[in-house]
């Protein structure tokens, strides 16, 4: 990542500026990531150099407040970034935003004086999340807590400051009184050398993260928890800097558009992966021409790309319909029977299947010589595979239900 070496900063640009700059500086990267993705594998997480590059180039910053040194921009900027990372490189885009994405979550969750707290930090605030309630906490006679416990699948750790995940909270009788969410400084945890060996995402860094008898400040626990939404502290609390509607949006709706942009970049990068097979590959029964040639490869690409766009036009509109409700929420006018944020999520997840639909059509366009171990389209299917696998796959069902009853409720 030598490239970004001169890179300058963003002073006496407006947030378009940035924004613009921003995309352009991760595009710039595509070409290298591609280049690395063997290397991240092996490492099971992207290098040591290439987390100095995104330091540098801001990427770490876009969604943290000015007062903590951030650039606090907006969703669409920050998921354009994921896109291309994933573009390039999946599993370096899965580790990036599934470290980066929370602050907007810590300054939701906390007052002003507890933020300040955790951002007071000489690195960029990374924070990787883990959402099973795993592990056990006990409250100790000063107040604070004591937690321990394995937190498995933290993607984004390797480079994290923090560690943000949920436990069961014990009674001092030991009984369990509900899951509480907290947040761990580095100096906390442990992380244990056990990622690489599955399916895809096999340089995503999501490692397992080992608390023993951690002592976590009260300041840093939510209790009760179990319906969790970070959207916790009042207003008049942290109004003073918080003056973007990021802060405001919801916690779930959010995550559900992280794993959208990701897969949709993905994607992306099988697209212009078969543009380049498409221009060099032959079809394989006569007559025989350049794929690009051959009306079956014309309508397979064409139609793959169709689905693309659309998907990228949906998630687009879900980033503004999360955005708006943000705005409400900020400015005291949100109504509880407005569907924006549950649509945010449901479209993300259309978002979601409309890729895998293309990315199927895209394994056609490519073939079998491109599938071998070691080719860049074996990974992105490897990588959107296990994607699919995810535990946000479960929730969809369930949202399509609430959906419709909020939907008949409103009408």
């Given at each position: ?19 613009k700059a921003l995309i352009q500086r991760v595009r710039d990267m595509i070409p290298e990531l591609v280049a690395r993705q063997a290397e991240t594998e092996e490492r099971t997480h992207y290098a040591p150099d290439t987390h100095k590059a995104f330091a ?161 400040p009260a300041a840093f626990v939510r209790e009760n928890t179990q319906h969790f939404d970070h959207r916790l502290v009042p207003m008049n609390e942290a109004s003073a800097h918080l003056d973007n509607p990021i802060y405001y949006g919801g916690t779930r ?159």
């Open positions: 990542m030598n490239k970004l070496a001169a890179i300058q900063p963003f002073a006496a640009i407006d947030d378009e500026g940035i924004s540098e180039a801001g990427f770490y910053d876009i969604m943290v407040p000015k007062e903590f040194g951030g650039l606090d921009l907006d969703v669409k900027t920050y998921y354009q970034v994921v896109m291309a990372l994933c573009e390039g490189c999946p599993s370096t885009g899965w580790q990036y935003c599934l470290g980066s994405a929370h602050a907007v979550t810590i300054c939701g969750m906390y007052d002003l004086a507890t933020q300040r707290q955790i951002f007071d930090i000489d690195e960029p605030f990374i924070c990787a999340v883990t959402a099973k309630p795993q592990g056990q906490a006990r409250r100790r006679p000063d107040g604070d807590w004591e937690i321990s416990g394995d937190f498995n699948y933290a993607s984004g750790i390797p480079y994290s400051s923090h560690f943000m995940s949920h436990t069961i909270a014990l009674d001092a009788d030991g009984k369990p009184e509900g899951v509480m969410t907290f947040v761990a400084p580095r100096s906390e945890w442990t992380m244990l050398d056990d990622w690489g060996g599955s399916l895809g995402q096999k340089g995503s860094g999501s490692n397992s993260v080992r608390l023993d008898k951690a002592h976590i709706s959010l995550w559900m558009l992280e794993p959208a942009a990701m897969i949709l970049g993905m994607v992306k990068g099988a697209q212009a992966e078969c543009a380049t097979l498409m221009t060099t590959k032959t079809n394989p029964v006569p007559p025989i021409t350049l794929k690009m040639d051959n009306p079956d490869f014309q309508r397979w690409y064409g139609a793959a790309a169709a689905k693309i766009a659309t998907a990228e036009a949906a998630f687009y509109d879900a980033c503004d319909k999360w955005t708006e409700d943000g705005r409400k929420n900020m400015l005291g006018q949100r109504d509880p029977a407005d569907n924006l944020e549950m649509l945010s999520i449901v479209i993300s997840g259309e978002v979601m299947e409309i890729c895998w639909d293309a990315m199927q059509l895209l394994y056609r366009v490519a073939g079998t010589s491109p599938m071998f171990d070691g080719q860049r389209m074996q990974r992105i299917y490897r990588d959107i595979s296990t994607a699919r696998s995810h535990g946000f796959n479960t929730r969809f069902d369930g949202l399509h239900r609430d959906l419709t009853s909020h939907l008949l409720k409103a009408s």
